[in-house]
């Protein structure tokens, strides 16, 4: 049983940063693979990405890898995406999502989800 809320959404302008932070709290937290998930209105919910229970591991989809970076630290029962370089096309609300794994890209693999997030990035 994990309960997650994330903040740090905002308006920023193209080629901005944000940095939005997931607060987990119940048990099982330091033992579940972290993700970060978006979706926009119509449009199906997309893997961002993820970090393993340690944190040795890390995953993202092509369309912000480079740009985007997950962390997490355990002991805080936090997880983090600094989100550098945006683009309109990243205008989406974003989830926090924990799971058992290994299924890290699937939404179907995580079992607790956060409210999300608005992220909106003005051309």
């Known amino acids: 049983q994990v309960q997650l809320v994330e903040s740090g959404g905002g308006l920023v302008q193209a080629g901005g940063s944000l940095r939005l932070s997931c607060a987990a709290s119940?048990?099982?937290?330091?033992?579940?693979?972290m993700g970060w998930f978006r979706q926009a209105p119509g449009k199906e919910r997309e893997f961002v990405a993820a970090?393993?229970?340690?944190?040795?591991?890390?995953y993202y989809a092509d369309s912000v890898k480079g740009r985007f970076t997950i962390s997490r630290d355990n002991a805080k029962n936090l997880v983090y995406l600094q989100m550098n370089s945006l683009k309109p096309e990243d205008t989406a609300v974003y989830y926090c999502?924990?799971?058992?794994?290994?299924?890290?890209?699937?939404?179907?693999?995580?079992?607790?989800w956060g409210q999300g997030t608005q992220v909106t990035v003005s051309s």
């Open positions: 999502a924990s799971g058992p794994g290994p299924d890290y890209s699937n939404y179907a693999g995580y079992d607790a």
């Open positions: 119940g048990r099982t937290f330091s033992s579940y693979v």
């Open positions: 970090v393993s229970w340690s944190g040795s591991r890390t």
